[in-house]
């Protein structure tokens, strides 16, 4: 005997195929869904079905989006001089949610971890460069990961960016380092507070 | 300008639903299907759409199942006159998949917990009693969680069954309480180990 009916074990399958979902949580998933309301579930599984038809991949940044170009790409107001790199869709409404940043972004969808099999041309390198070529591009953030492969990806970006860029017109930046707000000095790792230390500013 | 295309927003708002699941989670699930084949998430979706066709509550075990009733209850090779009660319907492949057991079940969908307002009357107690009346029933097992609310349960319970049963004809059985398997008894809790005292067995 099936240890659950057919429709509740593929629901859970599909659900712990989910990152980080085991199939414990996904059954939990699946009995909440039970216990819910039938519009609630039918709504649900619209928007999932939805997905595919109706959300694009920008073909200038990369990002997920109801228009190709973006919404982003697109607007006037924002100086497309500058590109924002980030690593992954994720990462860019955190950026965007700081209200400081009034440029265009480019989605890489990973950073270089040869390790892992990631390497260059499974990024979305190519076309970052196609950007820089082909258009008046002032300034590149690479807004990565301070971590080993972001750092990696950031070295790699940085020259490569510099052997298209003979008469060094593009300026290349990265995010600062130093300590979080509300860190604790007493707990903060040396690296973090040589960073800190190197980029002491002025009062 | 909406941080997310209004697609992508709406089914990380029915993700964030889920117990357990918190915007930024929901955010990856979205993300996550995004890359996937767009027939996976087609099933995907179909199969939160069955849910409410498809899944019935069986109206003697109260518990979900795509016959009513269930395979369970109709099992003529399963003990019907022993019922083991569980709290919720996660519980129930557990205690099946010992394969120790071949009575029927009882889903209460909760346990007693008037701190948090769940009053017997919100639990399938009545369901649970109707099967107690009018069935010959020879054995009661409360497999509840031995923690404050199951107790209070089990103790609810017993006193509610043995009000009906004025011969005492039914048995009422718990599940027994010990070390687990591969526990550490330097780590173990008195209340435990008391247990295991009292319930020890002759070799």
Do not use: W
Request: glycine share 6%; proline share 5%; aromatic share 6%.
């Amino acid at each position: 005997m099936p240890r659950f009916p057919l429709v509740i074990q593929n629901l859970a399958d599909s659900f712990s195929r989910l990152p980080g979902v085991g199939p414990k949580t996904a059954l939990r998933f699946v009995f909440y869904l039970l216990r819910q309301k039938q519009d609630d579930n039918i709504k649900f599984a619209k928007a999932i079905e939805m997905l595919g038809s109706s959300i694009a991949t920008c073909h200038v940044c990369q990002n997920f989006s109801e228009k190709n170009p973006c919404a982003i790409c697109s607007d006037k107001n924002r100086d497309q001089a500058v590109i924002c790199v980030v690593a992954e869709h994720q990462d860019l409404p955190v950026i965007e949610n700081t209200g400081e940043y009034l440029g265009a972004y480019h989605v890489l969808g990973g950073v270089l971890d040869p390790l892992h099999g990631i390497t260059p041309d499974q990024l979305k390198i190519k076309e970052l460069i196609y950007r820089v070529q082909n258009n008046n591009i002032k300034e590149i953030v690479l807004a990565l990961n301070p971590d080993l492969e972001g750092e990696t990806t950031i070295l790699y970006l940085t020259k490569l960016i510099k052997s298209f860029d003979k008469n060094s017109v593009i300026k290349i930046t990265r995010l600062a380092r130093g300590l979080p707000i509300g860190a604790d000095l007493e707990y903060a790792d040396e690296v973090t507070v040589s960073d800190a230390l190197k980029g002491r500013k002025e009062l």
